[in-house]
């Protein structure tokens, strides 16, 4: 288990857990946990023995109510802010990472919680789960990824609906419009995950990277690059499992 201020993190086997670590303040997302994230994220991303992740939240209440206010009200002068964002793009990080990513998200869920757990690739919300984004009530717009990954995950008009009215949703309509893959009662949230990534991580783990990365990259690419992609990709599954055997 390593510890930092804002997270926990820890490895069992195959997989790593990294729990948003700010109970009393419902885990809002602060610089020091940017800060935090960016570290567990490198290590993840460089360490071949991880072939799966659980992201979650501590407490009762939240995996995370979004942007720490009190230090964005003291925000650095923009100059600052985006010298900052530069060096490190904890988004384009996480957007990055190889392995598969599980959030599994209860109670609160607003603004960079949405966002951390849309860059992850599969989530799993409990009966209590509550998912908005309130930045636009703030005179804000999302700016850890929400504007672009949300209609990626449930499309134009059903994200700005959320992005533009400040309309909280239940767990219940995060599965049916998308947002979440799956709703299971509070008590059963880190065993379904852990179920899931179990199985996820004893297939061939270049395949299960490879299928990741096909998704993704192809996501962004005209079909007849996407599928010239996959057939790259597919190959050198293929030609690792030769050498292997
Ligand atoms: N920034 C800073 N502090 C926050 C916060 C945020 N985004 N969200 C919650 N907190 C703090 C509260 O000030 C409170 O601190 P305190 O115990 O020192 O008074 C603590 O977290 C618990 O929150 P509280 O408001 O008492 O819980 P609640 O159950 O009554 O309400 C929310 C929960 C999420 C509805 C409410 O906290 C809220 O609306 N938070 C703001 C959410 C938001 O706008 N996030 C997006 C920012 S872009």
Redesign the pocket.
Same mark, same amino acid.
């Given at each position: 288990m390593y510890g930092f201020k804002t997270l926990i993190y820890e490895k069992k086997d195959a997989i790593a857990y990294a729990t948003l670590n700010r109970p009393? #303040?419902?885990n &809002?997302?602060n610089i020091q946990m940017r800060d935090d994230l960016y570290q567990v994220l490198c290590a993840i991303k460089d360490d071949p023995d991880i072939l799966v992740v659980i992201f979650k939240g501590a407490g009762e209440? #939240?995996f995370c =109510? +979004? =942007?720490? /206010?009190?230090?964005?009200l003291t925000a650095p002068p923009p100059t600052e802010a985006r010298r900052i964002r530069w060096q490190r793009d904890v988004w384009g990080l996480f957007l990055s990472i190889p392995q598969p990513l599980i959030a599994v998200v209860h109670g609160?869920v /607003?603004?960079?919680?949405i966002e951390i757990a849309l860059c992850c690739d599969i989530r799993i919300a409990s009966e209590d789960a509550q998912f +908005?984004?309130?930045?636009i +009530? /703030?005179g &804000?717009i999302?700016a850890a990824g929400a504007t672009q990954t949300l209609p990626r995950t449930i499309g134009r008009a059903r994200a700005l609906d959320m992005l533009l009215t400040n309309r909280r949703i239940d767990a219940e309509e995060a599965c049916r419009i998308g947002l979440v893959n799956k709703v299971v009662q509070r008590e059963k949230l880190l065993e379904t995950a852990e179920g899931l990534a179990k199985k996820i991580a004893s297939y061939n783990p270049v395949a299960v990277r490879n299928a990741k990365q096909a998704v993704m990259r192809g996501l962004e690419l005209p079909l007849a690059e996407g599928l010239d992609l996959e057939k790259r990709l597919a190959l050198e599954v293929q030609l690792v499992a030769n050498q292997t055997k």
């Amino acid at each position: 288990m390593y510890g930092f201020k804002t997270l926990i993190y820890e490895k069992k086997d195959a997989i790593a857990y990294a729990t948003l670590n700010r109970p009393n #303040a419902l885990n &809002i997302y602060n610089i020091q946990m940017r800060d935090d994230l960016y570290q567990v994220l490198c290590a993840i991303k460089d360490d071949p023995d991880i072939l799966v992740v659980i992201f979650k939240g501590a407490g009762e209440k #939240a995996f995370c =109510a +979004g =942007a720490d /206010l009190s230090e964005f009200l003291t925000a650095p002068p923009p100059t600052e802010a985006r010298r900052i964002r530069w060096q490190r793009d904890v988004w384009g990080l996480f957007l990055s990472i190889p392995q598969p990513l599980i959030a599994v998200v209860h109670g609160y869920v /607003l603004g960079s919680g949405i966002e951390i757990a849309l860059c992850c690739d599969i989530r799993i919300a409990s009966e209590d789960a509550q998912f +908005g984004l309130p930045e636009i +009530g /703030l005179g &804000i717009i999302p700016a850890a990824g929400a504007t672009q990954t949300l209609p990626r995950t449930i499309g134009r008009a059903r994200a700005l609906d959320m992005l533009l009215t400040n309309r909280r949703i239940d767990a219940e309509e995060a599965c049916r419009i998308g947002l979440v893959n799956k709703v299971v009662q509070r008590e059963k949230l880190l065993e379904t995950a852990e179920g899931l990534a179990k199985k996820i991580a004893s297939y061939n783990p270049v395949a299960v990277r490879n299928a990741k990365q096909a998704v993704m990259r192809g996501l962004e690419l005209p079909l007849a690059e996407g599928l010239d992609l996959e057939k790259r990709l597919a190959l050198e599954v293929q030609l690792v499992a030769n050498q292997t055997k």
